[in-house]
C-alpha cells in the first residue's frame, strides 16, 4: 500500500478490550520503513496484556522484519504467561508464516481447503 507519495503506508489500531486483553487491526505493508511505528504503537500493549489479538487480514506485504516483530511480541507475551495471536491473516502473511513454520506458534488460522 502505497501513499499519495509513494510513501510505504500502514495503519494500526490498537483497542484495549478489558484490562487485560487488546485487539491490534493492521492494514498496509509490514516492511523495515514501517515496522517501527508498529512496534512503538504495540510496545505499551506488550506490558499490561496477557492476551493480545493481531488482525492481519489487511496486510498485502510481510517482510522479515514484520515476521520479527511477530516473534519479538509472541515471545514478549509468553514470558509473563500472556499469549499473542494472529487472527485473519491475509493470504500473503499466512503463506510467509506457513513457508517460515510459524503459523502454528500465533494460533495463525489453518488455510480452508
Do not use: K
Not at 58 to 79: M, N, Q, Y
Amino acid at each position: 500500500m502505497r501513499g499519495d507519495d509513494g510513501s510505504v503506508m500502514l495503519e494500526a489500531r490498537c483497542t484495549d478490550e478489558n484490562d487485560h486483553e487488546s485487539y491490534v487491526s493492521v492494514r498496509g505493508e509490514m516492511c523495515a520503513y514501517s515496522v517501527p511505528r508498529l512496534r512503538e504503537a504495540l510496545q505499551w500493549l506488550l506490558e499490561d496484556a496477557r492476551l493480545v489479538r493481531t488482525d492481519l487480514s489487511e496486510v498485502s506485504f510481510i517482510d522479515s522484519s514484520g515476521v520479527r516483530l511477530l516473534v519479538e511480541a509472541h515471545g514478549s507475551l509468553a514470558a509473563h504467561g500472556g499469549r499473542f495471536e494472529v487472527v485473519g491473516a491475509s493470504p500473503a502473511v499466512r503463506r510467509v508464516l506457513q513457508i517460515l513454520g510459524l503459523d502454528g506458534l500465533f494460533d495463525a488460522p489453518a488455510p480452508a481447503s
